[in-house]
């Protein structure tokens, strides 16, 4: 399933199935027919419409979502290997921890945002008829260094804009990761039909801000003093990045 296709059920069943398992990330099928209530037929056939449809993926009897968001990578510089790919619900803690890294240092308040999000859900990926998000990874030796975020409204007015965050731990920058990690993500908004993507820095980051403008986004606005960073006000810088 991609990840701009909106779901949509034929039955009552299917569509509470789905729910759980879009809601916890993965799901044991044990685990999903008791919380749903359904008798062991229903449960069957509803999983079974599911799978077809390309909804969910049965991996030994662990139920996740099937988003079909890209392939995995590897890439060298230097003395760094390091991967790019899909995030994985068993990249959760991973993934947390190397954005609280970026956002504790660095006051990067969307991130933060998005780490907090990431906490009150208790799941990597989400994708309903309200939102959806995609997460690509960097990672080196299985820990993940740097991520690059995509937040993608469901709603029809705004399922042509999405917002994009992107990050790599202190330890691992100047190894070109945030450059591949943010190409990924552009080049996936792009095959996938998005026209603007946006992202919003405080003026502070002025190595992000460099950084963006080096990858073709421009500032499109500023809101003063948007942020109370400690006792001072900071402005938000606004950023876009625009497809031809």
């Known amino acids: 399933m991609d990840a701009v296709e909106r779901p949509t059920f034929e039955t009552n069943e299917a569509r509470s199935v789905y729910q759980y398992v879009e809601r916890h990330g993965t799901a044991a099928r044990h685990r999903a027919r008791a ?11 509803a999983v079974e419409h599911l799978l077809s449809k390309g909804y ?12 079909d968001v890209g392939s995995i990578e590897t ?3 230097g003395s760094v290997t390091y991967t790019i790919r899909p995030a994985r619900p068993d990249d959760f803690e991973g993934l947390v921890e190397a954005i609280r890294n970026v956002s504790d240092e660095s006051t990067y308040v969307v991130a933060e945002s998005v780490a907090e999000q990431l906490l009150y859900e208790d799941a990597v990926t989400r994708h309903n008829t309200v939102q959806s998000r995609v997460f690509f990874v960097a990672t080196v030796d299985d820990e993940v260094v740097g991520w690059c975020h995509l937040d993608l409204p469901q709603l029809d007015k705004l399922r042509e804009t999405a917002q994009l965050t992107v990050g790599v731990v202190s330890a691992y920058r100047g190894q070109d990761i945030g450059s591949q990690l943010i ?16 992202n919003s820095v405080p003026a ?13 986004w421009n500032t499109e606005g ?3 003093n948007h942020y109370t960073v400690g006792d001072e006000q ?11």
């Open 222 to 224: 500023i809101r003063r």
């Open 56 to 67: 969910l993926a049965d991996d030994g009897g662990t139920l996740s979502l099937a988003l």
């Open 183 to 198: 190409e990924r993500g552009i080049e996936w908004a792009r095959a996938n039909g998005y026209r603007k993507l946006y």
């Open 234 to 244: 900071v402005d938000e810088v606004m950023m876009a990045y625009t497809f031809d």
């Open 35 to 45: 919380a749903t209530e359904l008798d062991t037929d229903e449960f069957r056939e």
């Open 204 to 216: 502070t980051m002025e190595p992000a801000l460099a950084f963006l403008e080096d990858h073709g």
């Open 75 to 77: 890439y060298e510089n």
